[in-house]
């Protein structure tokens, strides 16, 4: 599976961004989905996870009720709808795909960078 992550950039505190990870080359529908981030000096971090289906979501706390991930298996892609960002939520942020919730991640995407500034 091949992943292509976009839709990183600079945006001012409080503002929106959407990321989006565009899969090829496997079954799209068949994996979990996640983004994950790394923000420099610190260790790469879990953000939120997708279900196959789309019925399950997970999320890193701080993010809770401003993130939200989604997916459209029609379109192979996965989605992160960031809201109220933060300066803390600068990172390069990373789409990831596994056989099942809660194991490794076998796929990543080349990365995209979220800059918030304050």
């Known amino acids: 599976v091949q992943l292509q992550a976009s839709g990183g950039g600079l945006v001012q505190a409080g503002g929106s961004l959407r990321l989006s990870c565009a899969a090829s080359g496997g079954t799209f529908s068949s994996y979990v989905m996640g983004w994950f981030r790394q923000a420099p000096g610190k260790e790469r971090e879990f953000v939120a996870a997708?279900?196959?289906?789309?019925?399950?979501?997970y999320y890193l706390d701080s993010v809770k009720g401003r993130f939200t991930i989604s997916r459209d298996n029609a379109k192979n892609t996965v989605y992160l709808q960031m809201n109220s960002l933060k300066p803390e939520d600068t990172a390069v942020y990373y789409c990831?795909?596994?056989?099942?919730?809660?194991?490794?991640?076998?796929?990543w995407g080349q990365g995209t960078q979220v800059t918030v500034s304050s």
């Open positions: 997708i279900s196959w289906s789309g019925g399950s979501t």
């Open positions: 990831a795909a596994a056989a099942v919730m809660g194991q490794e991640y076998d796929y």
